[in-house]
């Protein structure tokens, strides 16, 4: 397998090769360095260039495009050498605006690129059932769509091994980017009914930056206003093989977005066996099963999250109960060996592709 990515720092090398048995090769497409990723459509032309002087070379059997842009690129080099593409969307541009409104950065032309080539692509793989809506809404038919949802590490994130300290209280955990779609102010909100309870909040920069983001300082003084700031801590970015210490810790895990693509941390909580307590939007419903993994609450409504935080770290037989099933159904389900073989199954519906054939991967960066 080849993943083609665009040269974000000059000192690249052309080809690096992974020690799994895949390939990374660094394209030319834009200036050599980081760009935001709402800066890199103008570019898709020149990586679409790119792609194509590689796989008349090379010829890939099936490419599979990640994020709209790259399905872009994906498909004008495609098209011209007849190589069948699948596209993952990981997200889609008319949930993201009708969600943030004004405040979405993404190009204008964001929804109607991803409206023509979600129709044009052999294969759509849809992360979650409510992506399958959105995409038929978009016009993709719905016999091109495959579900198939994102993957955790089961040997990473288990229920062994050392748990971050704890003090006397009982702890809640949030995990995810500094944003406000994330609702970490709806779980600092909860707090004020929910006595005895401490918040940690993963993400956002290093904890040296978090006095310069400004989303940390609205986290932060939403604290105060409320009179929860001593059982709120910004933990700033925690590193990968630290999260499982931090999962093992908390008594129940909260994921409180006003809206969610596909949601990965609740996988990682319930493969540690920790119950999860999400809001009930985008991919988190097929993921936490209320009342049997976690609980699921309506968006934006900091009292319903309360309530089921209460009854979480107020029961420990009912957090272990959801708990043990939550890391059943993720090692039956969402294991990295089964998402593999289910993308491959997808592969297998595009006419002329075969399960064994040589594959090349687009990165969306």
């Not at 059932?129 to 809404?137: A, G």
């Not at 003090?167 to 006595?195: E, M, Q, Y």
């Not at 005895?196 to 939403?222: K, W």
């Not at 039956?332 to 075969?354: C, F, H, K, Q």
């Amino acid at each position: 397998m080849v993943v083609y990515t665009r040269r974000d720092d000059p000192g690249l090398p052309a080809r690096v090769s992974a020690e799994p048995g895949y390939t990374v090769v660094h394209l030319d497409a834009g200036p050599p360095r980081y760009l935001a990723k709402d800066q890199l459509l103008p570019h898709m032309g020149e990586f679409a260039e790119a792609l194509r002087a590689h796989w008349r070379r090379d010829t890939p059997a099936v490419a599979h495009a990640h994020f709209w842009m790259s399905g872009l690129a994906g498909e004008l080099a495609a098209r011209e050498l007849r190589v069948p593409l699948a596209l993952t969307f990981h997200a889609l541009g008319v949930v993201k605006r009708r969600h943030q409104g004004k405040a979405d950065t993404s190009p204008p032309a964001r929804i109607g690129v991803e409206r023509v080539v979600g129709r044009v692509a052999d294969r759509v793989i849809a992360t979650c059932s409510e992506e399958v809506f959105e995409l038929v809404r978009l016009g993709v038919p719905r016999n091109r769509i495959s579900v198939v949802p994102c993957g955790v590490d089961l040997e990473l994130f288990d229920q062994l091994g050392p748990a971050a300290p704890r003090n006397h209280r009982r702890r809640i955990v949030s995990v995810g980017r500094l944003v406000p779609r994330k609702g970490f102010d709806l779980a600092i909100s909860a707090l004020t009914t929910a006595p005895g309870v401490e918040l940690l909040i993963a993400g956002g920069p290093a904890q040296g930056g978090l006095a310069e983001d400004a989303e940390a300082r609205r986290l932060r003084a939403h604290a105060r206003d409320l009179g929860v700031a001593d059982r709120v801590t910004l933990l700033g970015q925690v590193a990968r093989k630290d999260m499982p210490h931090l999962l093992r810790s908390a008594d129940a895990v909260v994921c409180a977005p006003w809206y969610e693509p596909f949601g990965i941390v609740p996988l990682e909580a319930m493969s540690c066996a920790r119950p999860v307590i999400a809001t009930a939007v985008g991919g988190l419903t097929d993921t936490v099963v209320d009342g049997v993994t976690g609980l699921l609450v309506p968006p934006r409504d900091p009292d319903a999250l309360a309530r089921a935080i209460r009854a979480v770290t107020g029961d420990p037989a009912l957090a272990q109960r959801l708990g043990v099933a939550g890391q059943d159904r993720v090692r039956a389900r969402y294991g990295w060996d089964r998402i593999a073989a289910d993308t491959e199954r997808a592969y297998e519906r595009i006419p002329g592709v075969l399960a064994t054939a040589e594959l090349a991967v687009g990165e969306g960066r």
